[in-house]
């Protein structure tokens, strides 16, 4: 995948599936398994949940990028590896059960996680690599990028890409991607609402770039406080969500890095966040 941006950062392998970089306070991983379409086998999971994890209490790190190597952002779970386990003595039963909860762990973590997420698409992006753009706070999508929840046309609903897919798009149009197993393009999954912009192909990484360095010029206590309020408040009915969201501008105005600022507005200068 091509930057379209400022040179590659300091590069450290993670894990055999998953790269790391750093251009100043943005992480980047990259997924690296272009020969299975980054698909989101067990090893490739346990190496996402360990770089979200780290990164999440990393406080060099004010946002995270995903990208990707290869035709593929992330074809979804890998098939090949769940169907081996059809020979299992439960018939695979326990390992799909694993693979699951696995999954569902990562996706959690991201939204969990006290740093943006930023999604850097190039390619496709099927079934739950589709989930994990979805999860991810914010999307960039190359112009030939293409999406898509497809299970439907090997008998097997996409039902987890959905808790994701209808988060974050409208209910109709969720149902024609999960129903139709169909592929849209960038420009209809920016309308859709699923990615924030589209940009020049073999570009997404540099836009991704871009959002993330803005982040980092935020503070980061209350680029903590609004993401974890953000998905506290969305799920709850409009009077408690106004209740909960006034409690946390209370807090959020109590803390120093609002009243500095305020102070920096008010007396027209740069603010100097002093963190938690």
Not at 21 to 35: F, I, M, Q, S
Not at 62 to 88: N, Q, W
Not at 117 to 124: L, Q
Not at 164 to 182: D, Q, S, Y
Request: hydrophobic share 45%; with cysteine.
């Amino acid at each position: 995948m091509q930057d379209g941006g400022p040179p590659q950062g300091t590069l450290k392998e993670s894990a055999s599936f998953l790269s790391e970089a750093r251009h100043d306070a943005v992480a980047v991983l990259t997924l690296t398994r272009p020969e299975a379409r980054n698909s989101l086998s067990l090893a490739m999971l346990a190496a996402l949940q360990s770089a979200v994890d780290r990164l999440s209490g990393d406080r060099s790190v004010s946002a995270v990028v995903l990208a990707a190597t290869g035709p593929a952002f992330c074809a979804g779970h890998d098939l090949k590896e769940l169907t081996a386990h059809r020979r299992d003595a439960d018939g695979g039963r326990a390992f799909y059960a694993m693979t699951m909860a696995r999954c569902a762990g990562v996706m959690m973590s991201i939204m969990r996680s006290p740093k943006p997420f930023i999604a850097a698409i190039e390619g496709v992006a099927t079934a739950a690599g589709c989930q994990l753009v979805a999860t991810c706070d914010l999307a960039v999508a190359g112009a030939a990028a293409r999406f898509a929840t497809p299970g439907v046309d090997i008998g097997l609903f996409c039902s987890t890409p959905m808790v994701a897919l209808t988060r974050n798009v409208p209910r109709k149009r969720a149902m024609e991607m999960l129903l139709l197993g169909e592929m849209i393009g960038a420009r209809e999954a920016a309308d859709y609402g699923l990615v924030n912009r589209v940009v020049a192909e073999g570009r997404a990484l540099g836009g991704a770039l871009e959002l993330g360095r803005t982040i980092a010029g935020k503070s980061p206590a209350t680029i903590r406080i609004g993401k974890e309020a953000f998905y506290a408040q969305v799920e709850k009915p409009v009077a408690d969500a106004y209740a909960y969201a006034s409690e946390v501008m209370v807090r959020n105005m109590m803390h120093r890095d609002a009243e500095e600022g305020i102070g920096a507005f008010v007396e027209k200068r740069e603010p100097a966040w002093k963190g938690d």
